[in-house]
């Protein structure tokens, strides 16, 4: 009897400890720490071959994460870039380190400053459509957001705008 006990107990030992090995306990833990919000971008022409993408990072978990890239299929290629102030001049730069998320940390990505560029779109981004992106974080893996498309000249969502009501509602389904 006993040492059926013993076989049954090695047993489930070997099961347990084989299922935690198949685990990504890491990512799978972070990834639900990682919020983005008020993804947006702004309309283009036909003639535009570039656009850009912001939004809010919130890090609620207990380690630092960084942004380190961004996929679409949207443009030919899609980069971090930041816009820094350089000689009297402001020029774009690629942001080769990522974009680190401090712990209980929020980082904005807005015009004029961090944000995600689109090269080489291959459509036009038309008003109230969605732009499908995956974002790349060192510790939490992929995050997949669609960001709305916003006014050409809008400096982003606001409590008031239409857009910013579609907005939120398309965040809610998330």
């Known amino acids: 009897m006993i040492a059926i006990l013993v ?11 084989s299922s ?7 990512n799978a833990e972070q990834s639900t720490y990682i919020k983005i919000s008020q993804s947006w971008s702004r309309a283009t022409t ?26 679409t299929d949207i443009a030919n290629y899609s980069s971090l ?17 990522g974009i680190k998320v401090l712990v209980n940390g929020e980082v904005v990505l807005a015009p004029g400053h961090k944000h995600i560029m689109l090269m080489g779109l291959k459509k036009q981004l038309i008003e109230n459509s969605n732009i499908p992106l995956t974002l790349i974080f060192e510790r ?8 709305i498309v916003l006014s050409a000249g ?16 398309h965040m809610m389904k998330k």
Request: hydrophobic share 40%.
């Open 154 to 169: 809008s400096r982003g969502p606001t409590q008031s705008s239409t857009s910013e009501m579609k907005h939120k509602k």
């Open 20 to 26: 935690l090995l198949t685990l990504d306990v890491g």
């Open 46 to 71: 036909s003639l535009q071959k570039t656009g850009a993408v912001f939004f809010k990072i919130k890090n609620d978990g207990t380690h630092s994460d960084r942004l380190i890239g961004v996929e």
């Open 7 to 17: 076989k049954s107990m090695v047993a489930l030992v070997i099961i347990l400890v």
């Open 140 to 147: 939490s893996g992929e995050i997949d957001i669609l960001a």
């Open 81 to 97: 870039h930041e816009m820094i102030h350089e000689d009297g001049v402001m020029r774009m730069r690629s942001v080769e380190e």
